[in-house]
């Protein structure tokens, strides 16, 4: 019995984690990001290297975590004079371009 059970577990728990990556991530488009990123350059740099010692590094940070960043700030759970002023009027879109634009940027 409870090995039956913990098959059928297994299963859905497979079954789950093939299908959550799609729902949790939204597949960014990093050349679309042109569109907004001229916002953040003159900070965070067009490489993604900051351009002064409060600035932190962008370049290669994963996707995901930008974009969770980047959220945070537009709801103000996370709070920067100027990160939550950059964050509140992005869309989930450009969110998700902005976060596959710096993770991929060299
Ligand atoms: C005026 C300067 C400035 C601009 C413009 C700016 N940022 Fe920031 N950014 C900051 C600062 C300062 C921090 C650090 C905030 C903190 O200490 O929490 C930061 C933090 C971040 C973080 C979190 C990094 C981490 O490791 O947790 C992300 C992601 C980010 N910025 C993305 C962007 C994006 C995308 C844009 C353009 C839409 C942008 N920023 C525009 C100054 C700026």
Redesign the pocket.
């Known amino acids: 019995m409870s090995t039956r059970l913990n098959s059928v577990g297994h299963w859905l728990l497979a079954g789950l984690l093939g299908v959550s990556p799609a729902l949790t991530l939204a597949a960014g488009d990093p050349a679309a990001a042109v569109a907004?990123?001229g916002?953040?350059?003159?900070?965070?740099g067009a490489d993604g290297i900051?351009k002064a010692p409060?600035?932190?590094?962008?370049r290669g940070?994963k996707a995901s975590?930008?974009e969770k960043?980047?959220k945070a700030?537009r709801s103000g759970e996370?709070?920067?004079?100027?990160?939550s002023a950059?964050?509140k009027p992005?869309t989930d879109a450009?969110?998700a371009n902005?976060?596959a634009y710096?993770e991929t940027v060299d």
């Open positions: 907004v990123v916002r953040c350059v003159a900070c965070h900051g409060q600035y932190p590094n962008l940070q975590y930008i960043s980047l700030f996370r709070k920067d004079p100027s990160m950059m964050a992005l450009e969110i902005l976060a710096f």
